[in-house]
């Protein structure tokens, strides 16, 4: 029985640790530039941020950069737009 308490308090215990931790690598906040070009060679657009606010003694970096793939521009929609009034 008592083991079964003490494996019952160790898991508690371990739940609630790596809640905490899961908490904490949110704790940066940034502000971000705009978006810049897509680069034909990556097929990717990047960004920098600015560190705005570090809670909880989280160690963040200064600035941070994010990519993300260029979206395709679609000229089917601005055709199907551009001919819909027609008959």
């Known amino acids: 029985m ?3 308490g003490f494996l019952l308090l160790a898991l508690l215990a371990l739940l609630a640790l790596t809640s905490a931790v899961a908490k904490k690598k949110a704790d940066c906040k940034y502000k971000f530039e705009s978006w810049g ?7 990717t657009k990047a960004r920098q941020g ?5 809670r ?6 200064e600035t941070i950069r994010v ?8 000229k ?3 055709k ?3 001919g819909k009034g027609k008959d």
């Open 2 to 4: 008592q083991h079964r």
């Open 37 to 43: 070009a897509c680069d034909g060679g990556t097929g």
């Open 50 to 54: 600015t560190l705005k606010k570090a």
């Open 56 to 61: 909880y003694n989280a160690q963040c970096q």
């Open 67 to 74: 990519t993300k793939p260029c979206t395709p521009k679609t």
């Open 76 to 78: 089917a929609k601005a």
């Open 80 to 82: 199907a737009k551009k």
